[in-house]
């Protein structure tokens, strides 16, 4: 099962990588500096533990690199591909380890939460969006916040959950897969709930980072071909991201991240506060529009 797993997830890693290529060389895009400098650092912490899409999201958000409706397209397109070769490297580690059922059925509801949100930020309105981001990333300072003062759960020694929460825990995963169209990264909320349940918290980055890289690869796809988003920016993330992940996972392996992580919670915390007046700005104008009397004409 493992192995299959590793082969469909590098056919897909293949597939993705494809279809940014085509579409950078189609449009003879050439990689933006900043966003290589962005992709090396946030894919850098990712394989670290700390997460990669919060702190992509305030730092759009920081320098206007984007707009903000569509932040969560650009970071996604842009965080994929490093994190397949995540989700590569931890399940040829540790991926043996983990129950396959909780496995397997955690990547395939995640896997239909994303496609199921597809049409949601599709649709969405660019004030929804910025309020969606802005209490994602308030959420994110949260779990920040309770990991620096250790309150986060410590995790038990099981490799395997009870029936029962094994249901839950795969059920979840498909409110996770929803989520991530909007910037909402799985890593932090999978990490507490598996860790709450017992799971070895080591085995819940197999689960983490193959159920996104799945899911990311599809819905990564489907941005690339939409053709809304500024590909310079994800073509720089990839090209920095994934050497970052194989340092990071191969040759560091393990930094004190105590004081950058207060760091980060406090910038992500400041950037989704500006988000959410940003949305309801945004959220009181197009209501004022709706109340304004039609023109003369």
């Known amino acids: 099962m493992l192995n299959i797993l590793l082969a469909l997830l590098a056919l897909a890693a293949a597939f993705n990588g494809v279809a940014l290529l085509r579409a950078a060389i189609a449009q003879r895009l050439w990689p933006r500096t900043?966003?290589?400098?962005l992709g090396a650092v946030v894919n850098f912490l990712d394989t670290l533990g700390i997460g990669s899409m919060a702190p992509a999201m305030a730092w759009f958000k920081f320098r206007k690199l984007?707009?903000?409706h569509l932040i969560p397209q650009t970071m996604i397109t842009g965080l994929t591909l490093p994190t397949m070769v995540e989700g590569l490297i931890f399940l040829s580690l540790l991926g043996v380890g983990v129950d396959p059922v909780l496995l397997v059925?955690?990547?395939?509801?995640?896997?239909?939460?994303?496609?199921?949100?597809l049409p949601l930020i599709a649709r969405a309105r660019a004030w929804v969006v910025q309020g969606v981001v802005g209490l994602a990333l308030l959420i994110a300072a949260v779990f920040f916040l309770l990991s620096n003062l250790d309150l986060m759960p410590v995790g038990g020694t099981a490799t395997s959950?009870?029936?029962g929460l094994t249901i839950v825990a795969?059920?979840?995963s498909f409110g996770f897969g929803v989520l991530i169209n909007f910037g909402i990264g799985n890593y932090a909320p999978t990490l507490a709930m598996l860790s709450l349940m017992g799971l070895d918290p080591r085995l819940c980055f197999p689960i983490m980072a193959a159920s996104a890289s799945f899911a990311a690869a599809g819905i990564a796809t489907h941005h690339i071909k939409a053709g809304k988003i500024d590909l310079r920016i994800p073509l720089a993330m990839v090209l920095a991201g994934i050497p970052a992940v194989l340092v990071a996972a191969f040759i560091v392996k393990e930094l004190p991240l105590a004081p950058l992580k207060w760091?980060?919670?406090v910038v992500i915390s400041y950037t989704g506060i500006v988000m959410l007046r940003s949305a309801a700005i945004g959220r009181r104008a197009e209501a004022e529009n709706a109340a304004a009397p039609p023109a003369a004409t």
């Open 34 to 37: 900043e966003a290589l400098l």
């Open 66 to 68: 984007v707009p903000d």
């Open 105 to 117: 059925g955690s990547i395939i509801t995640f896997l239909a939460g994303g496609w199921a949100g």
């Open 161 to 163: 959950l009870p029936l």
């Open 170 to 172: 795969i059920a979840a």
């Open 263 to 265: 760091l980060v919670s």
